[in-house]
């Protein structure tokens, strides 16, 4: 029997870096919410002790570089699973794009076998595996909207964001995470206003989140990437209502509420942007207790 799972990609809302730590990763504060793009996983049990991953995307690594390979390593390891599983990833969300895709992915790896194999773990638990693959994938266990802090992986859930449309733009380079955080200069940043945002969701006003939107990483990418920045005025050009890249990028979303806008910022990014999505924001959690 097949076992599917939903894996959504997320954008930061806001992100701020407050520190480099000792052990190399940067301590930040942001506010992420899922979108309704994404990928889905399939699950089948295997009677033969081995994992195998195979993925639609080119892009995607099938060994053991996959963090939906990695999670299924782990959680075999971690309870003394003797069976194995195939796990197939039909993949819609643009690869190393500030998405968390990959990180996504893990997690609903996590959920899956938590399942398949009934291991009855609570959110907790598997929110602690996550981490141990890395610092998106507790968020993206649970998704919805969250504050994360520690390195990413420390949760408190919010209430869903004022409801509008996200535009996705991602331009045909792709950035690693590890060298935009590396090329981060902390003394020359300009710190968004998280708690602003914070205030802004619980308040439910949309054009109060839109003002607030801001990610550190953001300088660090354009400067290497200054399509990044002409995706970015293309959008204000046309209407959109807030402006952002997502993560350590090079993916821009822009949001409105007005499907005529939606509209007219999609058909002005074809042609310059190989990838363009228009989705909602998710903003609930997957559900899991
Ligand atoms: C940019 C974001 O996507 C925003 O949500 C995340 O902060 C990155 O999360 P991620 O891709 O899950 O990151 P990880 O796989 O844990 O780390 C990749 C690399 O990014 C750097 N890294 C990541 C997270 C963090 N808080 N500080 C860091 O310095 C580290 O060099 C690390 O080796
Ligand atoms: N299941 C997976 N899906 C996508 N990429 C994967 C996966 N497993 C491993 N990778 C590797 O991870 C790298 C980063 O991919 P991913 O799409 O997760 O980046 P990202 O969206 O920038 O992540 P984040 O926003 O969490 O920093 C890719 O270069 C890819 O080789």
Redesign the pocket.
């Known amino acids: 029997m097949k076992l599917i799972e939903k894996a959504p990609a997320?954008i930061?809302l806001s992100?701020d870096?407050l520190n480099?730590?000792p052990d190399?990763?940067?301590?930040?504060r942001?506010v992420?919410t899922t979108v309704d793009l994404a990928d889905r996983i399939e699950f089948e049990r295997l009677e033969t002790d081995e994992i195998i991953v195979r993925s639609t995307s080119s892009y995607v690594p099938e060994d053991e570089r996959n963090l939906a390979y990695k999670a299924a390593k782990l959680m075999k390891q971690t309870y003394g699973i003797t069976s194995g599983v195939a796990i197939k990833i039909v993949k819609e969300i643009p690869v190393a794009a500030?998405l968390?895709g990959?990180?996504s992915d893990a997690a609903a790896t996590i959920r899956g076998l938590n399942k398949l194999w009934k291991l009855n773990l609570k959110l907790n638990e598997l929110m602690a595996l996550g981490e141990k693959?890395?610092?998106?994938?507790p968020?993206c266990i649970n998704g919805g909207t969250a504050l994360?802090t520690?390195?990413?992986e420390e949760i408190k859930r919010l209430p869903a964001p004022p409801s509008c449309w996200v535009v996705l733009a991602k331009p045909a380079v792709s950035v690693?995470?590890?060298e935009?955080?590396?090329d981060l200069d902390l003394k020359d940043v300009q710190h968004p206003d998280v708690e602003g945002m914070i205030s802004a969701i619980r308040d439910q006003d949309y054009h109060q989140m839109c003002a607030q939107l801001g990610n550190v990483?953001e300088s660090v990418t354009i400067k290497k990437r200054p399509d990044v920045n002409q995706i970015k005025s293309l959008m204000v050009r046309m209407d959109a209502d807030g402006v952002l890249m997502?993560?350590?990028g090079p993916t821009v979303f822009g949001l409105t509420r007005h499907e005529s806008r939606l509209n007219r910022i999609c058909n002005s990014l074809k042609g310059f942007c190989p990838n363009v999505f228009a989705v909602r924001l998710l903003g609930s959690p997957i559900g899991l207790e």
């Open positions: 997320k930061n992100l870096v480099k730590r190399g990763y940067h301590e930040v942001m992420m500030g968390a990959g990180s693959i890395g610092s998106d994938v968020f994360a520690g390195r990413g690693s995470t590890a935009t955080y590396r990483l997502s993560g350590s």
